[in-house]
Nanobody, 124 residues
Framework: QVQLVESGGGLVQAGGSLRLSCAAS????????MAWFRQAPGKEREFVAG????????HYVDSVKGRFTISRDNAKNTVYLQMNSLKPEDTAVYYC?????????????????WGQGTQVTVSS
């Protein structure tokens, strides 16, 4: 069982930066693939970024490549999403997820545990 708690969301102007954190409970954190998803109003939840158990493999949706960076600290049971050059279209609730599959999996069903989400709002 893994419990996930996101933090770091907020309101930022376009071009600004935010760093999201996801703290995980449980001793098996380092064995899980971790990912960030987001859901904007009226839209489906979409994959943003994924990272494998060691941090050696990462994947991103095309719309955030070069702007967002996913990382993890297994000693702290935490995964991060550094978001730079934010755009209004990045506005969404961001969710942290944990699963046992390949870190490039983008479907919700590949992830077994989810956080409650943190709101990110980017103003123009």
């Amino acid at each position: 069982q893994v419990q996930l708690v996101e933090s770091g969301g907020g309101l930022v102007q376009a071009g600004g930066s935010l760093r999201l954190s996801c703290a995980a409970s449980g001793r098996a954190f380092s064995t899980y693939t971790m990912a960030w998803f987001r859901q904007a109003p009226g839209k489906e939840r979409e994959f943003v970024a994924g990272i494998n158990w060691s941090g050696g493999s990462t994947h991103y949706v095309d719309s955030v490549k070069g702007r967002f960076t996913i990382s993890r600290d297994n000693a702290k049971n935490t995964v991060y999403l550094q978001m730079n050059s934010l755009k209004p279209e990045d506005t969404a609730v961001y969710y942290c997820a944990a699963g046992k599959y390949y870190s490039g999996r983008r479907d919700n069903g590949a992830y077994d545990y989810w956080g409650q989400g943190t709101q990110v709002t980017v103003s123009s």
